[in-house]
């Protein structure tokens, strides 16, 4: 990763963040995105680690300068694979390896953490220290494990012992005032559904956006890729009702106008031509392609060019 703020992180290196956005048909497509409920709230925090890295670490209370990302998949001797959330390399050589709990593992969490961290320094020859990122409810994780003369331990970061209700009011206190927010300022915005408080999660949700639409000092498309990680993690938390009001609610964002004039252009040439379900399903998940890969002029032009958007969907061999 480069030095400069606006760098951009090598796109293999980008999860898949917007799954849920495709369209849910049938119950069997129901029972598989409750199933990865928390693999969905997984890639929302990786996506928000690859965008907003060198303003979460300091936010999160880690000291040290990232220069660069570490791979995440590790293989056994036996060609097992281990696949590793998120590792950064540091200034100092060390690696530093990132989990998102959504449930507590407890002892089986640990020694998983415990296995990789081994493998990791054994093949790479690097030092490595493992930060566990525990959200939902988990206020007291199991951060400890005695492995026969020693005890293998990890860092806790506990999202329950932020506050969201302080997060937001600080930042729209900043705007009342004409203060000029940065990207340092909106990134903890990212993880605002993931803390304590209580103003509901609805609230959160609808105040983020208002705060990126008044926002300055901050580029379009940093915005942009903060409104998606929001969306993203709101599509996991809130409920189907609630998920339609905040839609209305963002059509004056970036996202929102995108989400907007992506519903206009559903069922137009491509749904004549394959059924308006069809053709839904299809520029959804076109939609969610050009998120994940944070190429949001492609969706901007494919929003008002339907032979551009077809050309897009033929390309992906999105079907």
């Known amino acids: ?12 290196y980008v999860p898949k963040i917007m799954e849920a956005l495709v369209t849910k048909d049938s119950k069997a497509q129901i029972e598989e995105q409750t199933s ?3 693999q969905h709230e997984d890639a929302a925090l990786k996506a928000g680690m690859g965008f907003f890295v060198e303003e979460l670490l300091p936010y999160l209370g880690i000291e040290g ?6 791979p995440t998949e590790l293989v056994h001797l036996e060609m097992k694979k281990f696949l590793q959330d998120f590792n950064l390399v540091m200034e100092d050589g060390s690696w530093k390896h990132f989990e998102f709990q959504s449930v507590n593992e407890g002892a089986k969490g640990l020694r998983r953490f415990h296995a990789y961290e081994a493998l990791a320094e054994y093949q ?6 493992t930060y566990v990122l525990f959200s939902g409810t988990i206020r007291h994780p199991m951060t400890e494990l005695a492995q026969g003369e020693y005890t293998y331990r990890i860092v806790p970061i506990i999202m329950k012992n932020k506050n969201a209700d302080k997060v937001i009011g600080e930042l729209q206190e900043k705007l009342a005032q004409g203060e000029c927010l940065t990207r340092k300022d909106l990134v903890p915005l990212t993880l605002c559904l993931l803390m304590d408080g209580t103003m509901p999660l609805k609230e959160r949700v609808k105040e983020t956006f208002e705060i990126t639409k008044k926002a300055t000092g901050i580029s379009t498309e940093d915005i942009s890729k903060i409104e998606a990680v929001v969306y993203v993690m709101a599509d996991k938390f809130l409920d189907q009702v609630d998920m339609e009001e905040i839609k209305e609610g963002i059509s004056m964002t970036r996202l929102g106008q995108m989400l907007v004039e992506m519903g206009r252009n559903e ?4 749904g004549r031509t394959q059924g308006r379900s069809e053709g839904r399903e299809e520029v ?22 339907a032979e551009y958007q077809k050309h897009l969907i033929a390309e992906y061999g999105i079907s």
């Open 1 to 12: 990763m480069g030095k400069g703020k606006g760098a951009d992180i090598d796109k293999k």
């Open 36 to 38: 990865s409920l928390y």
């Open 65 to 70: 300068k990232v220069i660069g990302f570490a």
């Open 124 to 129: 790479y020859n690097v030092p490595v220290t």
């Open 267 to 270: 069922g137009l040439k491509i």
């Open 284 to 305: 959804n998940k076109l939609h969610n392609r050009l998120i994940k890969e944070g190429k949001y002029k492609e969706l901007e032009r494919a929003t008002e060019d």
